[in-house]
C-alpha cells in the first residue's frame, strides 16, 4: 500500500524533522504530461543552449553548497563534509558534460566503410534523445546519484522524471528547484514523490521511454521485469562486494591507509566501498595490524560535527541488517578483531563501530552478501592464484581495488577479475570521465563518460544514396 506521506527522519537522532504528502494519481498524471510536452521543445533545444542551463544549474550548486550538504547530513547521515565533497563533485560533473557533450555527440563517420560499396554517397551514425527517462536513485549520494544520470540525459536532449529514495524528500525536491532556477524549460526535470508501488505504473506509461536505478538488487530486477515486458531500455547499478587485494609487493603504510577510508566512505554505505580484504599471507599480519588500528582510530559520532569520521547508518532497518550479518558471522566462527557492537555512548541513532572481522568462510551470509555498512572481512590468500579466485567468489562484480607493484600481477588481475573497474594502488571512485558500472548482480549498462550519455541515445544510421 502507497504511503500517504515521506518523512525525513534525522538517524543520528532517531527523530523526524519534515513530511511530505506523497502526490496522487492526478499528480503523476500532471508530471508526466508535462515531461512529454517539454521533450518534444527541449530536444530541439541547440546543444550550446543546454550546456548555458547545465553551467546554470553547477553555478547555482556551487552557492548552495553548504545549505544543501546539511539538509543531506540530515537527512542521511553523512559526514558534513563529505557532503558538502558530493555537492562540488555534481557541479563539476555538471561542466564537465556541459564542456563536452559537443564532442560526445557528434556525428560518426564509421571507420572502414567503403560508403559506395553499400551504394551510399555517405553514411554517418547520429545519437539523438530517447524522450523522457525515468530514473529511480538511492538515499546513499543523495545528489551524485542522481546528477550522474541527469547531466549527460539533459545534455543529449532527453528529460527527466526522478523517483528518489523515500527518506531523502528533501533533497529530491531541490534538485528539481535546482533545475528549474537554473532556467530549464517546465516540465525537463520533475521530483515524482511517490511510494516504491507507484514506479511500475509510471514506467508501463508509453510517455516513459526508458529508465535507470540505482540500488538494491530486488529494486533492480522489479524494476528490469516491468521493462522487459514494456520492451524500455534500462540501465541498472545495483550491489557491489568489491575485494581490496593487497600482494607482497604493495606500500603496506599508504595501503592500509586507503583501505580505511575505502571501507568506511559515506558511514560504509557505497556500492563501489572496498568490502572485502584479501591480503596476501606473506603481509597479513603488517597489513591486518596497520587496518585495524586505522579502523578503531576513527571518531563515531554527530555528522554534523567537523571532526566525525563515521555518522550513523541512514536508516534503522539497515543498522538491524548490518547487525544480523555480523552477529551470524561470529556465531559461526568469525573473529571480531575491533568493533562489531553499537557504539555505547551514542544510544540515540543508528549508529555501529567500525568492524574488521577475520576468519570468514564462505558459509557465512556475510561471504556473500553486501555489508551495507562500516564492517570489513579480512582473509588471508596463499597466492595470486587464490587471490583472484576469492576476488571472483561472488554474485557481484561492480568494482575492485588492487595493491601491488608488480607488472604481471595487473595485468592478471584486469584479465581475470569479473568486475567493471579495475582500480590499481588506489580506491575505487567515480569520475564523469571513466564508464561506471558492473557485471554479474551488480547491474548492467555504464554511467558517466560518453557510454554513459550514449546508453539513453537513439544511435541511428543515416545512410544518404548517390
Known amino acids: 500500500m502507497s504511503p500517504k506521506r515521506l518523512t525525513t527522519v534525522n538517524p543520528a537522532t532517531g527523530e523526524e524533522v519534515a513530511a511530505f504528502e506523497v502526490l ?40 548552495d553548497g553548504p545549505e544543501i550538504a546539511r539538509v543531506l547530513t540530515v537527512e542521511m547521515g553523512k559526514p558534513i563534509g563529505q557532503a558538502r565533497a558530493e555537492a562540488a563533485k555534481c557541479a563539476k560533473a555538471m561542466r564537465w558534460y556541459a564542456e563536452r557533450a559537443d564532442g560526445l555527440l557528434a556525428d560518426e563517420v564509421p571507420d572502414g566503410v567503403d560508403v559506395a560499396d553499400a551504394g551510399a554517397a555517405s553514411a554517418r551514425v547520429v545519437y539523438r534523445p530517447l524522450g523522457v527517462v525515468l530514473a529511480v536513485m538511492p538515499w546513499n549520494f543523495p545528489l551524485w546519484q542522481v546528477v550522474r544520470f541527469a547531466a549527460p540525459a539533459l545534455m543529449a536532449g532527453n528529460v527527466g522524471l526522478l523517483k528518489h529514495a523515500s527518506n531523502v524528500p528533501r533533497t529530491a525536491l531541490y534538485l528539481e528547484d535546482l ?26 506509461d508509453p510517455r516513459v521511454a526508458a529508465a535507470t536505478l540505482t540500488g538494491s538488487e530486488p529494486a533492480g530486477r522489479a524494476v528490469a521485469a516491468v521493462a522487459g515486458d514494456e520492451v524500455k531500455k534500462t540501465v541498472l547499478e545495483l550491489g557491489g562486494s568489491d575485494p581490496f587485494v593487497v600482494m607482497p609487493s604493495a606500500e603496506l603504510e599508504r595501503a592500509a591507509r586507503v583501505a580505511v577510508t575505502a571501507r568506511v566512505q559515506n558511514n560504509g554505505q557505497s556500492c563501489i566501498a572496498a568490502k572485502r580484504f584479501l591480503v596476501h599471507e606473506e603481509v597479513f599480519d603488517a597489513f591486518a595490524e596497520r587496518f585495524v588500528e586505522g579502523m578503531r582510530a576513527l571518531r563515531v559520532g554527530d555528522p554534523l560535527d567537523e571532526a566525525t569520521d563515521v555518522g550513523p547508518l541512514a536508516t534503522e532497518r539497515g543498522r538491524a541488517d548490518l547487525e544480523e550479518l555480523v552477529d551470524e558471522a561470529v556465531e559461526s566462527g568469525a573473529t571480531v578483531l575491533c568493533g562489531g557492537r553499537r557504539p555505547p555512548a551514542l544510544a540515540a541513532g543508528w549508529f555501529y563501530e567500525p568492524t574488521v572481522l577475520a576468519d570468514v568462510t564462505p558459509r557465512m551470509r556475510i561471504h556473500h552478501e553486501e555489508a551495507f555498512g562500516p ?6 590468500v596463499a597466492d595470486l592464484d587464490a587471490a583472484v579466485a576469492l576476488a571472483n567468489d561472488t554474485p557481484f562484480g561492480l568494482s575492485s581495488n588492487v595493491w601491488t607493484r608488480d607488472a604481471a600481477e595487473v595485468d592478471r588481475f584486469t584479465r581475470d577479475l569479473r568486475v567493471g573497474g579495475v582500480f590499481v594502488n588506489g580506491m575505487t571512485a567515480s569520475h564523469p570521465a571513466l564508464p561506471f558500472g ?10 558517466l563518460s560518453g557510454h554513459g550519455m550514449h546508453e539513453f541515445c537513439n544511435i541511428t544510421t543515416v545512410w544518404q544514396g548517390p
Open 438 to 447: 558492473g557485471v554479474k548482480r551488480s547491474g548492467y549498462g555504464r554511467e
Open 179 to 204: 533545475f528549474r532556477r537554473a532556467g530549464y524549460p517546465q516540465g525537463c526535470f520533475q521530483t515524482l514523490l511517490i511510494g516504491s508501488d507507484a514506479v511500475e505504473g509510471v514506467l508501463r
Open 375 to 380: 564492517v570489513a572481512t579480512l582473509y588471508r
Open 24 to 63: 496522487g494519481a492526478e499528480g503523476v498524471e500532471a508530471k508526466l504530461a508535462a515531461a512529454a510536452e517539454a521533450f518534444e521543445r527541449f530536444r530541439l533545444l541547440p546543444l550550446y543552449e543546454r550546456a548555458r542551463l547545465l553551467h546554470s544549474a553547477a553555478d547555482l550548486l556551487d552557492h
